[in-house]
């Protein structure tokens, strides 16, 4: 395990953003075969590592589209200045702020030129041989997707990552990875069934996509307030006919504790942007899946994706019930779900309540449960472990 390690080290050392640009190739094309689009706000910590991470790839035959969403610091005029010295950087703004990444990466989208698509976190960084890793496998397999199936997470939350930075290998993916490069099923039933059971996660980061399917299928990211890239993903699943899984490790994935206060700067803001994600986002997917004719002919597969999306984030809001009380809560419940349930709002309200109570007598009771067999076998229970947090 430690060699193993060693050499994980020793590559990301080897692959980790250099102090100062490549220079350009002359015989860059004009036309990119891929666009990095890179979404910003107030980003100026780490937007330069984040540019530079793409400037100094092995492959050169990229655009950058930094789309900024009014930021209020410097990001823009670091960016300006970089672009400055390389003309494959476009830098475009926002008139007014969407709020989110959403708008951001659809107008990327919009703007690019390359035969692929890649979105790349203002926060976050691709290791030095990205491109040219997962472009030769989208070429070779014709692929419409190339969807890598773990990241490196810097060690101890660290957030600016030089060549001497420790890092370990980190997924929400669950189940076995593969190997090598695989094509994946075109059975629409064993997508579902994947991507409800965590085996093709939802980030878009670490993933390309060829720019004519995205265009063909009409794929853009909804106005929501928190993972919208998980429901653009699974409508990429849906409509892919080739989706390749590679072994690879393309992205450095940085905990920035920051990245989360334009959504959740408050319990209020909070339990807004995942009730707008529960409610409009199972609204979303299902009115998408509508269109399909496998959907329709089974609700159960209909069904299945909007339990995993809702359970998903009811296990986030757990967090406020550990740290308040149903009667401190009440309120702001009541505040938010009168949106969307008018008259209704008291039975949902309990409901939503209940939901949470009763999945905390579980917990409890699971918990129960593993001591006393700790006991009856003479073992010691394991503790839980800790997975980085995630941004959005």
């Known amino acids: 395990m430690s060699s193993q390690k060693n050499k994980i080290q020793k590559k990301i050392a080897n692959q980790t953003v250099a102090t100062k640009p490549v220079p350009i190739p002359a015989n860059v094309p004009i036309i990119p075969a891929i666009s990095v689009i890179i979404p910003m706000y107030n980003a100026q910590r780490y937007i330069k ?11 050169k035959a990229f655009e950058i589209i930094c789309v900024d969403d009014c930021s209020t610091d410097d990001t823009v005029k670091i960016v300006s200045e970089i672009a400055k010295t390389d003309k494959r950087i476009r830098l475009v703004r926002l008139p007014k702020n969407s709020g989110g ?3 951001p990466r659809n107008t990327g989208m919009r703007l690019s030129r390359g035969k692929y698509i890649g979105f790349l976190d203002s926060d976050d960084m691709y290791t030095r041989t990205a491109l040219a890793e997962v472009i030769e496998v989208a070429e070779k397999w014709n692929a419409d997707v190339v969807h890598t199936e773990q990241v490196y997470f810097p060690e101890n939350q660290v957030i600016d990552v030089t060549p001497q930075t420790k890092f370990t290998t980190f997924s929400k993916e669950k189940g076995g990875f593969c190997k090598e490069p695989m094509l994946e099923t075109d059975n629409l039933a064993k997508r579902v069934q994947m991507f409800c059971g965590g085996r093709l996660f939802g980030w878009v980061h670490n993933k390309i996509y060829r720019r004519d399917f995205i265009m063909e299928k009409n794929l853009r990211f909804d106005n929501l307030l928190t993972s919208e890239d998980i429901v653009f993903y699974f409508k990429v699943i849906c409509t892919a006919a080739r989706l390749v899984r590679v072994p690879n ?9 920051n990245s989360i206060t334009r959504k959740m700067v408050s319990i209020e803001a ?3 942007a995942l009730t707008h994600l529960m409610i409009e986002g199972s609204k979303i997917m299902d009115d998408f899946m509508r269109q399909f004719e496998f959907f329709v002919k089974n609700p159960n597969y209909r069904q299945m994706p909007i339990d995993y999306i809702i359970q998903q984030h009811l296990i986030w809001t757990q967090r406020f019930y550990d740290k308040y009380t149903p009667v401190q809560l009440e309120g702001i419940i009541r505040k938010e779900l009168g949106t969307y349930c008018k008259e209704f709002v008291p ?6 309540s209940a939901v949470h109570m009763y999945r905390k007598r579980l917990m409890k009771m699971d918990k129960d449960i593993k ?9 010691p229970v394991a503790p839980a472990s800790v997975a980085p947090a995630q941004k959005k």
């Open 49 to 59: 590592s984040c540019i530079e991470s793409v400037l100094n790839q092995t492959f």
């Open 101 to 103: 990444a959403s708008e």
């Open 249 to 257: 490790i393309i992205y450095i994935y940085r905990h920035n504790p």
């Open 270 to 272: 909070s339990i807004h």
């Open 347 to 352: 039975f949902f309200s309990y409901i939503y």
């Open 371 to 379: 001591e006393l067999n700790a006991k009856l076998n003479g073992t």
